[in-house]
């Protein structure tokens, strides 16, 4: 008989805490298969964050760290100086990364580091019960903005993939959704792409996951991802930010070989 | 034998660590230690090592930590501000058990203070920055070539106990310049690290390192854990030096650059017939609370000095139990004590005028 489905070599079978309808399940197995499509389980090494997925470590099968909020991308630094070949990755939330470790990520890209960040924007905070994150969006209600966010008061939510690809050592920069089948499909390839140019050791790859939370967006998990379709996507928009040409990942081996 | 050699603290430090076979060094600019990274970012690479500046001391401590966890063998330094600010990763260090040596050449605070030599983060250092149930290792060498033996210690203590060890000096003996004889190449011991982050390589199960423990029990059996770690480093770790004890009128208590300048008021008190002794705390957590059990008779107070408002008068009077009268002076900001205000300060507790 035909094996159609198969159980995915890179992920434990720990059952998960994550909520109903939550997409940080799929987002792990996303990058999990494709560490496992590549044959790279064995020399990748991961960073979890504080957050929804600080357990992250329990659920996919490769060596893995915890760290405190918002640091990941230093300890992926120092990671990568110990084991300058090795697949590495931090995987992050909003209030993780464009919150409390704006300054770790910031620099992480400026100086190009050679690792690739997971970073799961769900427009709330979503371990400590649904508070607002730099992600939130103007009006939603949050249990610190409980009469929508106010523009005046907070600002306007930040476009973190928008503000990496400033930055020249940021070579991949792309926002993907998971929203609908396809679009899984669609981050999938992108995930692959994000890790093929690290191992070229181009610079600094980041991918931002529009993701959803039905538990403290207080939708169900269907509604939720028609709300991420139409109120996330408009704001943050999908696509690519950054990618090195033809010809650098061509002569990409050479370069992150000196 | 090695050759005499003149040479700076900080410069003798980094010279030092590299000697010891550390190849990984993470830092951020801050006086009165910039030499540090200066000779790290210029000589760790000639070693096979790696320099990398952060962007910050909290990136330098995390940096720090992934080294660390991917079986590096580490070193970072700042000063008081900046080590203020590596808290949260000393607090995190002890909860995932991460090696790793740690240089503070302290300054005078609080705030930003000054750069001048300050002995005031000595609560900071031993009770702890950061949250929860942890210690740091803590030595606190008084010359520069003191300091070269600490820190090859200090890298074997981190491995042995995979604990973090501080090395509290403070701008004096930063700057200072001293005629030292400096280790040979590769004098560090290594063991193995079967727990690091290399990737599993497709021949053994993941490894994990994590400082979560959502269940209550399990992270008590973790505290149980470190407590136990503790004890032995207790039992185990403390090192201190004493000087003329059997017949000290008079018993001074400091550490570092402060125990120098007791060696001369002792002097000045001698020329005076009057009986002088000295406590160096070497090991300042473990903190030398036995030493004091080897005090006699004869003594009538006990003086502890220091470049703070008084900090380490806390575990002196542990150490001293109520069995003789402890008083403290000091001066601090920046400024550095004489040994003849040490001197008259001794005198006046002892009725000598
Ligand atoms: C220093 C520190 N501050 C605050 C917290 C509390 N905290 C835990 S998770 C979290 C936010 C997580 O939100 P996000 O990064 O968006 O991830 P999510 O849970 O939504 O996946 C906060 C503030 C903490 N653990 N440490």
């Not at chain 1, 939550?22 to 991961?46: F, K, N, P």
């Not at chain 2, 940096?63 to 660390?68: L, P, T, V």
Request: proline share 5%; with cysteine.
């Amino acid at each position: 008989m035909k094996t159609v489905f198969e159980f995915t070599k890179g992920m434990t079978r720990e059952e998960s805490i994550y909520c109903p309808g939550c997409t940080h399940g799929i987002a792990h197995r996303l990058i999990m298969e494709v560490l496992d499509e590549m044959d790279l389980l064995g020399e990748t090494i991961g960073i979890s964050p504080v957050g929804c997925s600080i357990l992250a470590h329990r659920y996919m099968s490769v060596d893995m760290c915890e760290a405190a909020h918002g640091r990941a991308p230093a300890i992926a630094t120092g990671i990568k100086r110990v084991h300058p070949d090795c697949t590495l990755f931090t995987y992050q939330g909003d209030g993780d990364l464009a919150s409390i470790g704006t300054g770790e990520i910031i620099h992480a890209a400026h100086r190009g580091e050679k690792f690739t960040t997971f970073f799961v924007n769900n427009a709330i905070y979503g371990m400590t019960g649904g508070q607002m994150a730099p992600t939130t969006l103007v009006g939603q209600k949050t249990t610190t903005t409980q009469e929508g966010r106010s523009e005046l008061l907070c600002g306007k939510p930040l476009r973190m993939a928008e503000m990496i690809a400033t930055i020249e050592g940021a070579v991949f920069v792309e926002r993907v959704s998971l929203d609908s089948p396809s679009s899984i499909f669609k981050a999938k390839k992108v995930f692959r792409k994000a890790i093929e140019i690290q191992q070229k050791k181009l610079g600094f790859g980041f991918i931002e996951i529009l993701s959803t939370c039905p538990t403290n967006w207080g939708l169900s998990p269907i509604d939720s991802m028609e709300w991420l379709r139409t109120h996330m996507i408009p704001y943050f928009p999908l696509g690519n930010f950054r990618k090195p040409g033809d010809r650098e990942m061509a002569c990409g081996q050479e370069m992150g070989a000196k | 034998m090695n050759e005499k050699v003149l040479m700076k603290g900080n410069e003798a430090f980094a010279e030092a660590a590299i000697r010891y076979d550390c190849k990984y060094y993470f830092g951020y600019p801050i006086t009165p230690q910039n030499e540090i990274p200066e000779y790290m970012s210029r000589e760790l690479s000639k070693a096979d090592g790696v320099f990398v500046q952060a962007e910050s001391e909290l990136a330098a401590v995390n940096m720090a930590y992934g080294a660390s966890a991917a079986g590096g063998r580490v070193m970072i330094s700042s000063s008081s501000p900046g080590f203020a600010l590596m808290q949260e990763g000393m607090s995190f260090l002890c909860s995932v058990e991460a090696p790793c040596v740690i240089i503070n050449v302290s300054r005078g605070g609080p705030g930003i203070g000054t750069i001048l030599p300050g002995q005031a983060d000595y609560y900071q250092a031993t009770r702890g920055g950061g949250n929860g149930d942890y210690h740091l290792i803590v030595l606190a060498p008084a010359s520069i070539q003191e300091s070269i033996t600490l820190i090859g210690k200090a890298f074997e203590l981190s491995d042995q106990y995979r604990n973090p060890v501080l090395i509290l000096v403070d701008g004096m003996i930063g700057q200072m310049m001293e005629p030292v004889i400096l280790p040979d190449y590769h004098s560090g011991k290594q063991i193995d690290k079967p727990w690091a982050l290399t990737g599993t390589k497709g021949i053994r199960p993941p490894n994990t390192i994590k400082s979560v423990y959502l269940k209550a029990e399990e992270l008590e059996a973790w505290n149980w854990h470190l407590l136990e770690k503790y004890r032995k480093i207790i039992d185990c770790e403390v090192s201190y030096e004493t000087r003329n004890l059997e017949d000290a009128e008079i018993v001074f208590v400091a550490y570092g650059t402060t125990s120098r300048i007791i060696r001369e008021a002792m002097e000045i008190l001698e020329a005076d017939h009057i009986r002088s002794g000295l406590i160096r705390p070497i090991s300042l957590w473990p903190y030398p609370y036995q030493s004091f059990d080897e005090m006699s008779s004869s003594t009538k107070a006990v003086l502890v000095v220091e470049l703070s408002q008084g900090q380490m008068i806390d575990d002196v009077k542990i150490g001293v139990n109520g069995r003789f009268p402890v008083s403290y002076v000091g001066r601090f900001g920046g400024t550095v004590i004489s040994p003849e205000e040490v001197a008259s300060e001794a005198k006046r507790i002892l009725g000598v005028v």
